[in-house]
């Protein structure tokens, strides 16, 4: 029947569900008013796969429908859809025929709306058209209109073109630029030769300069100077610069025409200059973790760094908030050493699991291995930093530690080596560097002779699936099983993880390596498949943000998901996902690409 008697009733349902919830109401009433109501009994084909698309789109309006894959024998189901879901919708997305069939499992009632009609209104508003992009491909790069840029989208050019350099000859008497300071309120001068810059003199380098008892003030202020550690060209992120002065333990960043010595200066930014782009300033958090002078100061930074961190969530900022969350962990870790007495210049200490690939942005502790003499009360101190879930660390010397390695990669069987997985994301944290390449190298010596190793760690890929899929606030398992949380971890990360490390370890990769860097080494290797590999790289930051999310607000580690706290546009994008693990897991399954190798 037509519905041009009832475009206000059809506009009214349209806009409780995405993407039509993004559009103008009076644009809705436009779109209804061409559209058809349709009605299908139970067990009724709407489309073919394969077949031609027609000029609509159908909404379902009630009852539900399965999508089935006949493709393959016997056919499979790949998703189940109902209220508010759209059939068709692929067309928008490049295909112009079904990409599965689609059957009624109940009566159902369907708007059928011209395709024509929405395009427009997908061009018009840029929400819509990303949830229409998430019923065919995983994207991380959806946030909430309307928020304020984050640091990885803002340059350090928007902090230094219109701020004046306070500079000086490298030749300056002392006094002279102590007065400079002073009277420009800056915390650091740059010391120029031809207007390059040469060094930079801070108000701290006066004050340990007079501490040190020198009184001669007509010097050279280049003597008691420090050369920039951190030079940056003015097109970095603000986020690579805030990463690269915790790297550094720089408190200044000189910004040069290329990044270099030898172009001329046009700024320097402090973390006060880069304030503005934050709420609490991520440097001030890791300078205070760095001189906390006891354990529940540590815990109270803790808690004030994963504050700050689900502040500036998004699914786009992942990267870089994982990398900062990785450094507050180690500045925590090698905090409490100094406070409890137990550092050892001989001992090396390494981070495996979550932690050494990048990946822990909740309280989670992170997971240690040390080859030397064990920390005592470890565990214990990292609860009292306000870790949760601390693991026992594992420690041991480089001897016991290649034997370890050797068990696992020649007799992965009687040594269990699924539950070893998590130490082949090794990474150096601290200690001699010689000791972690030693045993990097004895790894990868290992790997070479021992190949069947590989293909066994491929095999235990498969034993994490994702669900079919979610339908009425519930996770419907390819089982038939129906919960109300989806395991995140168990049924989306981990698979992803276990198939990035099988790759990294064939290819050589480092051993510590994040999964989103072992995809994009993936792609290059495999270039013929490389869109499987950029879809996980997506689902990956995808799943991270879900976990750091639920954790930062529940207090978990985040490995359940309750589907309460997720949108239905979140939905959609996880369920994107899902068809990208799947795609992953076949090509790995396949084992023929060890040949390419």
């Not at 001329?264 to 991520?282: M, R, W």
Request: contains cysteine.
């Amino acid at each position: 029947m037509q519905t041009a008697a009832i475009p206000y009733r059809v506009a009214d349902f349209l806009k409780q569900h995405p993407p039509f919830q993004f559009i103008d109401e009076l644009d809705l009433i436009a779109l209804a008013a061409r559209g058809r109501v349709k009605f299908h009994e139970s067990d009724e084909y709407i489309c073919w796969q394969g077949s031609p698309l027609t000029p609509f789109i159908y909404v379902i309006q009630q009852g539900s429908v399965l999508l089935w894959d006949e493709s393959v024998d016997p056919p499979a189901l790949r998703d189940i859809r109902g209220a508010g879901d759209i059939i068709g919708v692929e067309r928008f997305n490049g295909s112009p025929t079904s990409l599965y069939s689609v059957k009624t499992a109940s009566d159902v009632v369907l708007y059928a709306l011209y395709a024509a009609d929405l395009e427009p209104l997908l061009a018009r508003h840029a929400p819509a058209a990303q949830y229409i992009t998430a019923y065919s491909a995983v994207t991380a790069d959806y946030e909430a209109p309307g928020e304020r840029l984050q640091p990885h989208e803002m340059f350090l050019a928007d902090f230094v073109n219109d701020r004046t350099t306070v500079h000086c000859p490298a030749s300056t008497p002392i006094r002279e630029a102590a007065r400079l300071l002073r009277e420009s309120g800056t915390q650091v001068l740059a010391l120029t030769d031809g207007g390059k810059l040469t060094a930079l003199l801070s108000t701290d380098d006066l004050l340990d300069w007079i501490v040190a008892g020198a009184l001669h003030l007509e010097g050279p202020a280049q003597v008691i100077s420090q050369v920039a550690r951190v030079k940056l060209p003015p097109q970095t992120l603000v986020s690579d610069c805030v990463l690269a002065m915790a790297e550094s333990r720089a408190n200044f960043a000189a910004i040069t025409r290329d990044g270099s010595s030898h172009t001329t200066l046009q700024g320097i930014v402090t973390a006060s200059t880069l304030a503005p782009a934050f709420g609490d300033h991520p440097l001030a958090i890791l300078q205070e973790i760095a001189s906390a002078p006891a354990v529940n100061i540590l815990r109270s930074l803790n808690e004030r760094a994963r504050v700050w961190v689900l502040e500036n969530l998004s699914p786009s900022a992942i990267q870089w908030l994982a990398s900062f969350a990785d450094l507050v962990n180690r500045r925590i870790v090698e905090r409490l050493l100094q406070l409890t007495a137990n550092q050892n210049s001989d001992r090396l200490l390494c981070f495996c699991g979550a932690s050494g690939r990048q990946e822990l942005l909740t309280k989670v502790a992170p997971r240690i291995a040390v080859i030397g003499d064990a920390i005592p009360g470890l565990e214990i101190g990292l609860a009292e930093c306000g870790f949760i879930s601390a693991e026992p660390s594992s420690s041991g010397s480089l001897r016991e530690w290649k034997a370890r390695f050797s068990g696992w990669i020649r007799d992965p069987i009687n040594t269990q080596a699924y539950l070893a997985h998590a130490f082949f994301d090794l990474r150096r944290v601290d200690g001699p560097e010689y000791l972690f390449s030693e045993l990097e190298t004895h790894i990868r010596a290992e790997l070479a002779s021992e190949t069947s190793f590989i293909r066994i760690l491929a095999h235990d890929c498969l034993s994490n699936l994702p669900p079919l899929t979610f339908f009425h606030g519930l996770v419907v398992e390819e089982s038939g099983e129906k919960t109300d949380t989806f395991r995140l971890e168990h049924s989306a990360l981990q698979p992803l993880v276990d198939v990035a490390r099988v790759f990294s370890l064939a290819s050589g990769c480092a051993l510590g390596a994040s999964t989103r860097l072992r995809f994009e080494k993936a792609r290059r290797l495999f270039p013929s498949r490389e869109s499987i590999f950029r879809e996980a790289a997506e689902t990956v930051r995808v799943v991270l943000f879900h976990q750091a999310r639920a954790g930062l607000r529940l207090n978990t580690s985040g490995a359940e998901l309750p589907l309460s706290i997720i949108s239905r546009h979140d939905r959609q994008v996880l369920k994107s996902g899902f068809r990208s693990i799947h795609n992953l897991l076949k090509f790995t399954e396949r084992g023929d690409w060890l040949d390419e190798l």
